[in-house]
């Protein structure tokens, strides 16, 4: 009795933080277009929409007010569907994203005349993580309603998942192969900024800036890590679900905290002085990427 009750707790603990994941990426969403302070590029919007896309996945079964007891067929294999398409969206825009940084960095450095990334790469960075999602979703929501035995909920009574089938471990390795191609990325980028950091204003030896990076390749690792669990083994406890649900959540605090976001709703905030730049450094507002490849943050002025 106890354990069921200690593991009830854990699923509401879950479902917690899913919602509170899920709520603050879609309210750092909603700053960001209110605000005419704050520019965004699409990459960005995609990311923050695939972490909602993500906590309301895993929730769906408590929006629904079956988290409790025996859910529904029909939700259960659209759960189920929709929590093994997450993590390839998730991977494929927080991908991108880093890409974007990445490209936006190197003309930033370079002498090359043209100032923002094409339509045509910023159009495929934003639309491919989407078709990624919804080629897996529908692959797997009609694996479930072709064989409806092996969908039910999980042990750990969080959300619904296949069973006796290899399928979830192929999520679990695409999401395991793209988190690893995400810390390349993240690597390339911190490279680059050390190396060419006196050429780019805003880009000293920021404390904050250290703290975002460090803070986020961690996350980026941790996901690694839970991946890999996920793709070698079978059965794991609720704690792994837990770990999950942590993820979007300190993602939001690290989006959240930037500082054109807080002076969103922080008005009395007042801005710092403008000066101008006459070093013949790159400049880069340090609001727009407060810590570039980490909190995948922003993006350079006035791009996309």
């Known amino acids: ?85 997450a993590p390839p969206l998730l991977g494929s825009t927080t991908s991108a994203l880093v890409l974007h940084v990445l490209l936006q960095v190197r003309l930033a450095i370079s002498h090359s005349t043209r100032s923002k990334i094409t339509t045509r790469t910023a159009a495929v960075m934003l639309f491919v993580p989407w078709l990624v999602w919804s ?20 042990m750990n009574g969080t959300y619904c998942v296949l069973v006796n089938t290899a399928l979830p471990k192929l999520t679990s390795s695409f999401a395991t192969f793209i988190s690893a191609v995400i810390l390349a990325l993240e690597v390339a980028v911190g490279a680059i900024l050390y190396r060419y950091r006196g050429h780019l204003a805003g880009f000293g030896q ?35 679900d837990i770990l999950i649900a942590v993820l979007p959540l300190a993602a939001v605090i690290i989006f959240g905290s930037q500082t054109d976001i807080l002076r969103v709703w922080i008005f009395w905030w007042r801005d710092p002085p403008h000066t101008v730049d006459g070093s013949g450094t790159s400049s880069i507002s340090q609001t727009r990427i407060s810590a570039p490849h980490s909190s995948m943050l922003s993006t350079l002025p006035d791009h996309v």
Not at 135 to 154: A, C, D, K, M, T
Not at 207 to 223: D, H, S
């Open 1 to 85: 009795m106890d354990t069921q009750a200690s593991n009830a707790r854990l699923v509401q603990i879950f479902i917690a933080l899913q919602l509170t994941g899920g709520f603050g990426f879609a309210f750092l969403i909603f700053s960001s277009i209110v605000s005419k302070n704050t520019q965004r590029h699409g990459s960005w919007y995609s990311f923050c929409a695939s972490w909602t896309v993500f906590c309301i996945s895993y929730s769906m079964l408590s929006f629904a007010g079956q988290q409790m007891t025996t859910p529904s067929y029909g939700l259960c294999v659209t759960q189920a569907a929709l929590v093994y398409a």
């Open 135 to 154: 080629g897996f979703f529908i692959g797997i929501l009609v694996f479930g309603l072709q064989h409806p035995l092996l969908v039910e909920r999980s």
């Open 206 to 240: 920021s404390p904050v800036m250290a703290l975002r990076i460090a803070v986020f390749t961690m996350i980026g690792i941790a996901a690694m890590a839970v991946s890999l669990v996920y793709t070698v083994t079978w059965k794991r406890g609720v704690e792994f």
